[in-house]
């Protein structure tokens, strides 16, 4: 009733295994390498869901000198403000001390509070956007050293990369840190290309100040991307030495900008 076929007698073997063709092959090939692709993404964002996780059994003191520093940034900078003697220094002063507030308060909330992960997600956002606005504020006060077509290509240069920075850490939370800390270093370092106008137009000093706040950034950056020193997990960990660093450039470039405003440079 029933008839075996074989290769012996001229019909198909259904126990052999025929040749895949060099198009199916190819397809196999891509799908794999696609599959491939999307596992890596996903390990690495498990990587960097593990991390925030870690990050959540934060030390005692995590958050704490940003929140000590939002309202002494704030009040520093409406004095810069109100003794700014021109239109446009009051202006770049405002433009500093409102990123300033930003970065220092937005931190404050993101790392004191307990926040729902959809919460914590979008504060993060915030926090880490912050850090490309407080770069483009930094650098506006010391357009006014420069003549105004040097100011405005370095204006352009830095906020152009600042919101092109907010943009990528908005849209893409999970980044890993060796791809954005980078970023943050090669925009703060775009003084370099002006270091000679704002010796001329600045003086020693004020380049000296600008190289060390740009300094004290990129050791903080160095840091908060490898986690070291972690000198007490519990208390003081690798994070909070990051947000001493950033304090302290703060303050240096705050000084370097003071003395700029204050002689009533014009653009």
Do not use: C
């Not at 405002?94 to 300033?100: H, I």
């Not at 352009?156 to 908005?170: D, E, H, N, Y």
């Not at 840190?177 to 970023?183: E, F, G, K, S, T």
């Not at 302290?248 to 204050?262: D, E, G, N």
Request: proline share 5%.
């Amino acid at each position: 009733m029933f008839t075996h076929r074989s290769a012996d007698s001229g019909g198909t073997s259904y126990g052999s295994v025929g040749t895949v063709s060099p198009v199916t092959q190819k397809r196999r090939e891509r799908s794999l390498d696609s599959l491939r692709d999307h596992v890596e993404d996903k390990v690495e964002e498990a990587r960097e869901a593990a991390q925030d996780f870690v990050d959540e059994l934060k030390p005692r003191l995590r958050g704490w000198l940003h929140a000590g520093m939002a309202p002494i940034a704030l009040l520093a900078g409406i004095v810069l403000i109100v003794l700014a003697p021109s239109q446009n220094g009051r202006i770049t002063a405002a433009v500093f001390t409102v990123t300033a507030f930003l970065l220092f308060g937005t931190s404050a909330v993101y790392h004191r509070g307990n926040w729902s992960p959809r919460a914590t997600d979008w504060l993060k956002r915030f926090d880490h956007s912050n850090i490309f606005l407080i770069i483009a504020g930094s650098y506006t006060p010391f357009a006014l050293l420069l003549p105004r077509d040097q100011a405005t290509t370095m204006l352009l240069i830095v906020w152009l990369g600042a919101i092109g920075g907010v943009l990528f850490r908005v849209f893409w939370v999970r980044a890993p840190r060796w791809l954005y800390v980078p970023i943050y270093v090669a925009l703060g370092w775009v003084a370099v290309f002006y270091i000679g106008p704002l010796w001329t137009y600045g003086g020693a000093a004020v380049v000296a100040l600008v190289i060390a706040g740009g300094l004290l950034y990129t050791l903080g950056a160095v840091v908060y991307g490898i986690k070291k020193p972690d000198p007490s997990p519990r208390w003081f960990g690798y994070h909070e030495v990051f947000h001493t660093l950033t304090i302290l450039a703060f303050i240096t470039h705050y000084i370097a900008a003071s003395i700029v405003l204050h002689r009533g440079a014009v653009v």
